[in-house]
């Protein structure tokens, strides 16, 4: 006997937010954004032809998402499902147009399937039978009971005849006589040897019905074989779990979603890692626990303060050696400075302040090819610290997102949201702020790099084996930005040394304006940082 559907490692999960804006972070950031929740984990089990299989378990343990991922209408996240025939759905209203009449749903839903209009017309009369609704087959199943529904749906699937047939609580709403016609009828399935995966509460239904159990538990198998195995341990539990008080109930559902919050290994790394149960895990003694946490701690803080007072020692002597050589340097920059800008335009002040200037306040995020979230395509990357010049701004035609029109580097197109982007003011002095930086930087003509911007690169002499600094250019090969590798500093002497940033992303980047140059500093670790970038403000 062959298998008719076989699930490996199959997992299913969604993401949870706390507030609408979240879903557009998990859209627009590569790395995503919400809480994962794992409705479904390491699902592995086979079916074989003509197998009526129970599935079962409390609220919430995953049967809907299961009868979702066998009929098809949702993929999986990760893992294989191989399928060999047509799978059905049998729910209450599953896949009814509720402005539509029954009639019309039964056409709507078999063209869908790919019958032929000829078959369609064929199908009708029969289906209408058996559900057996009487007139209100003319009306809108908006106006139908969940019986009803229930009634047109199995009518539906079981005159198609499927080689699958999935029943998610079809059964426990409507009459006895109906519920012992659909019996009969699935009755009739299994002896064509159809597969039937049949998902209800009523234990006495499943023992009735199906030869096999498969028992699910926050997402997870906890047991899957014959009715006579599993059904016996399912309703100890089942016992077990209604003699619980409301107190025990809630720190056992509280369990059940820490499993599901994080990802599990599969059957095979479990097998070569084993855990214990989360009930027969024994405490440690928490005052044992407690003086290795304090004894660590304070070694920790008399570490901390040994180095506080070396580095201040160090600092005093490193203002008194550094001191000539940064009034030097500083007249030599500011000479600089004055010899880059000599020449160019003098702007209005007006005439800056009609540019809607923003900088990327994220790690990076996608920017699209048109205000639309639905039907719009990636077609680039922006990156902390990147600004942008505001062209249009415009509303998304369906979600609550408010997009920005700007130009990429490229000359195309592009628009951001705008949770992605922010204003910023002028805040440092230059003409202080950047003899500063020559203390820092991991090379010795730092006046001459800096230079370098808006000059054309093909124009100048570099050296190629000078590691320490990096020059991107645009387009036209006009030298946009200079990457220097700086001596490692922890953000406490980034802020002691420089101030507050004006902009900075979970400790890792910041962003220090000026009314000429955006200086941007990034760690490679929480604890270092030790590469700066700096950038011609946009004219």
């Not at 159990?213 to 906890?222: D, F, K, M, S, Y």
Request: hydrophobic share 35%; proline share 3%.
């Amino acid at each position: 006997m062959s298998a008719s559907i076989v699930f490996k490692n199959v997992t299913k999960n969604y993401k949870m937010y706390k507030k609408t804006s979240d879903k557009l972070l998990d859209l627009v950031l590569p790395k995503g954004y919400g809480e994962d929740f794992y409705a479904l984990q390491n699902i592995s089990f086979e079916a074989e032809e003509g197998d009526v299989i129970g599935i079962i378990g409390v609220n919430g343990a995953g049967k809907s998402t299961i009868s979702n991922l066998i009929s098809g209408v949702v993929p999986p996240s990760s893992g294989s499902i191989k399928i060999n025939g047509e799978a059905a759905l049998i729910s209450i209203g599953a896949g009814f147009n509720n402005q539509l009449t029954g009639r019309e749903n039964i056409e709507l839903k078999c063209l869908m399937l790919g019958f032929s209009k000829k078959d369609i017309q064929t199908l009708i009369p029969e289906i209408i039978e058996f559900a057996d609704i009487g007139p209100f087959i003319d009306q809108p199943v908006k106006k139908y009971s969940s019986g009803m529904k229930s009634r047109l749906g199995f009518a539906i699937s079981v005159n198609i005849n499927p080689d699958i047939l999935v029943i998610d609580e079809a059964l426990s709403v409507g009459d006895k006589t109906f519920t012992q016609k659909c019996l009969d009828k699935m009755n009739s399935f299994k002896e064509m040897g159809k597969t039937i995966f049949f998902i209800s509460h009523s234990i006495g239904q499943v023992k009735e019905f199906c030869q096999k159990a498969l028992w699910l538990e926050a997402g997870e198998i906890r047991a899957y074989g014959t009715i006579e195995e599993i059904i016996p341990q399912y309703e100890k539990f089942i016992k077990q779990f209604n003699k619980m008080s409301k107190e025990e109930k809630k720190q056992f559902t509280q369990q059940l979603l820490e499993r599901r919050s994080e990802k599990r290994p599969t059957a095979e790394e479990h097998e070569d890692h084993p855990t214990m149960p989360i009930r027969n895990r024994t405490r440690k003694n928490p005052k044992r626990i407690g003086m290795k946490n304090l004894s660590f701690i304070l070694g920790f803080v008399l570490i901390l303060a040994s180095a506080g007072i070396y580095l201040k020692l160090d600092k005093i002597s490193t203002f008194f050696n550094n001191d000539e050589k940064v009034q030097a340097v500083k007249a030599a920059n500011t000479k600089q400075i004055k010899a880059n800008t000599k020449d160019k335009p003098v702007k209005k002040a007006s005439d800056k302040e009609q540019k809607d200037i923003r900088y990327v306040q994220v790690d990076d995020g996608f920017v699209r090819n048109k205000p639309d979230l639905v039907s719009s395509e990636k077609i680039s990357m922006v990156y902390f610290g990147e600004s942008i010049t505001v062209e249009q701004e415009q509303k998304d035609p369906t979600d609550n997102i408010n997009w920005l029109k700007f130009k990429l580097d490229d000359g195309r197109e592009a628009w951001i949201s705008d949770k992605l982007v922010t204003k910023v003011a002028s805040q440092i002095n230059e003409d202080s702020f950047i003899p500063k930086l020559s203390t820092i930087a991991q090379v010795d003509q730092f006046t001459e790099s800096l230079g370098y911007l808006g000059k054309i690169e093909k124009d100048l002499s570099l050296s190629d084996n000078n590691s320490a600094v990096k020059l991107t250019s645009n387009q036209d090969g006009r030298i946009t930005e200079v990457d220097l590798a700086i001596n490692g500093m922890t953000p406490d002497q980034i802020h002691e040394q420089f101030g507050t940033p004006v902009l900075s992303e979970d400790g890792k980047s910041y962003l220090y304006h000026g009314k000429e140059y955006d200086f941007i500093f990034y760690s490679t670790n929480a604890n270092s940082f030790n590469q700066l970038t700096i950038k011609q403000i946009q004219s």
